[in-house]
């Protein structure tokens, strides 16, 4: 048996997890071309249940269609995908796990080809885009906050065990946080407070529908990596008011889909010292927030892990590339997971 607060139980609003160790949202790809569950995917949550990560957050699900990013994705969309997302979820159950869905809408990152129109952004502006994008007005936002409430009611019929907001990487709510991406010039751009007024307002929109005790929990980058992006200064007070507006638990990321070198899932971790590789960030957000912090990025072996939770610097470990290479990796707290983090997700080329 070990001491490591690694496998001590804990609770996020309500929900029981057995160690802290996280499955990142991954797109999976195992969804119709609808975007609805498959035994496939079943199949794969149950097996990273099984292996014995504490939490599994469901590879983003688009929460309209206009938002769709990937084929193959899981949706979000229609009440006719619940009984589907059920199934998933009772499977994670039987098999011991924990299960969010992350609520998506990817923006200026939407698939063209699956959404048959120009995707919809933060801001238009010269030198976005190649092709035509919408820019939402304001009553297009009102609408979208509804759209996420509905699909985060839907999540909660299916039976997951809380949400998580996609506001990471470039998707659509990264995009209104950054002031590169947002450039409007009304209530919704500008200074922070207009730019988090998109989440703060959905977040007070979902705890109403979903009642106080069930957990919503954010993705969020620390900086954008990108000249005139976010910064960690504002990514913190933006967290602050998420949290005052009803939010859980932040789980911290970083990084564009175009950022190169320096996007979210960052490669040759190759060393301990390249490891977790927003910890910096993390540091500075355990300073001032007062919620649980789930570190991602790059994050590879036990001992990395142990020392950052002994520093204080994270609560929960989130992974998404080893446990796609070895679903058991995410099972520290049995020796064959000691085993399995140590030879096959340590330091691989993933
Ligand atoms: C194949 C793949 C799919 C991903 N899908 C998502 C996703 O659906 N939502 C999300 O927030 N991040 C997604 N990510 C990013 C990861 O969750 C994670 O933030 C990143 O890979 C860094 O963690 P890692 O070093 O443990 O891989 C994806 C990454 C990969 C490699």
């Known amino acids: 048996m070990t001491t490591s607060l690694l496998f001590e139980s804990s609770t996020i609003n309500g929900m029981n997890l057995a160690n802290r160790f996280v499955r990142s949202a991954t797109w999976e790809g195992m969804a119709t071309e609808d975007g609805r569950v498959t035994p496939r995917l079943i199949d794969t949550m149950v097996e990273l249940a099984t292996g014995g990560v504490g939490l599994i ?53 939407a698939l063209e080809k699956a959404i048959g129109t120009p995707p919809v952004v933060a801001s238009n502006f010269e030198g976005l885009a190649q092709t035509p994008r919408t820019e939402l007005s304001v009553d297009d936002i009102q609408r979208l906050k509804n759209v996420y409430t509905e699909a985060a009611r839907r ?38 407070d207009n730019r988090v007024r998109i989440h703060v307002e959905t977040i007070r929109a979902i705890r109403k ?37 009803g939010l859980d638990a932040v789980e911290l990321s970083g990084g564009l889909l175009t950022g190169g070198k320096l996007s979210p899932s960052r490669p040759n971790i190759n060393k301990k010292e390249k490891e977790a590789y927003f910890k910096a960030a993390a540091q500075a957000f355990k300073r001032s927030l ?43 707290a049995t020796e064959l997971g000691r085993a399995a983090c140590r030879t096959t997700c340590a330091f691989g080329p993933a």
């Open 155 to 192: 999540a909660q019929t299916a039976g997951f065990d809380g949400i998580q907001l996609h506001s990471a990487h470039g998707y659509l709510f990264s995009q209104f946080l950054s002031p590169w991406f947002n450039r409007r010039t009304d209530e919704y751009g500008g200074t922070l």
């Open 57 to 109: 957050i469901s590879g983003h699900a688009y929460v309209t269609q206009s938002g769709q990013a990937s084929p193959w994705q899981l949706g979000l969309y229609d009440d006719s995908l619940i009984d589907g997302l059920r199934s998933m979820t009772d499977a994670v159950h039987a098999a011991g796990g924990r299960i969010v869905a992350q609520l998506a809408h990817a923006g200026h990152f």
């Open 209 to 245: 529908a979903v009642g106080s005790d069930w957990p919503l929990l954010v993705k969020l980058n620390c900086e954008d990596f990108a000249e005139g992006g976010l910064n960690v200064t504002d990514s913190i007070s933006a967290a602050g008011q998420m949290v005052a507006a």
């Open 290 to 332: 007062d919620v649980p912090l789930i570190l991602v990025g790059g994050i590879r072996t036990l001992e990395v892990a142990e020392k950052l939770i002994d520093a204080g610097t994270a609560d929960y470990f989130s992974m998404s590339r080893p446990l796609i290479r070895e679903p058991n990796a995410g099972n520290p």
